[in-house]
């Protein structure tokens, strides 16, 4: 497990974390408690509940940079094994094929590669969440009323990629030993995003075996 656990988080890897909180912050208390629960070892589907007394749009956010900065991680583990060659095609098996459409390069949706999806996605991501209209860090300033819709869309496109990690390369994370960090952090994301609703549930088909 140690192993499987430096090899995820290595940070010498291309996708790393891009997005902390700031300490002191009524963001970082929460994503403190956040983390805390989930070290715990309590239920999954309990840790995603919304704590009592706060803020709803607060907790999401705390949640949607934790999943991108997590997710960028796993994927950047194994992207070594996700090339032009081997995935000239950003999908989920014979059945699923995602386009990138981002309104400013890629303005209809565009057949990609799966390397390259990621990296658009990733960049998208981090763009957004760095976004200060968007996801407000000082203390007073209000979400914008469209906030929710934009967690939407990360977190459906962020499904995406364990669609794609699970469907294509999960040998390759069962040779690394990092099954058990894989399908945990896969839970706590369709936990969060069940409990929530954020995600259409046409979305979660590819996966919904597990």
Known sequence: MALCLKQVFNKDKTFRPRKKFEPGTQRFELYKKAQASLKSGLDLKAVVQLPPGESINDWIAVHVVDFFNRINLIYGTMSEYCTERSCPIMSGGLKYEYRWQDDSKYKKPTKLSAPQYMCMLMDWIEMLINNEDI????????????????????????????????????????????????????????????????????????????
Do not use: W
């Open 135 to 210: 996801f407000p860090t000082r203390i007073g300033v209000p979400f914008p009323k469209q906030f929710q819709q934009v967690c939407t869309k990360i977190l459906t496109r962020l499904f995406r990629v364990f669609v794609h990690v699970y469907i294509h390369h999960f040998d390759s994370i069962i040779n690394m030993g990092a099954e058990a960090h894989v399908n945990t952090c896969y839970k706590h994301f369709y936990y969060f995003i069940r409990e929530f609703s954020l995600v259409d549930h046409r979305e979660l088909e590819p996966l919904v075996r597990m």
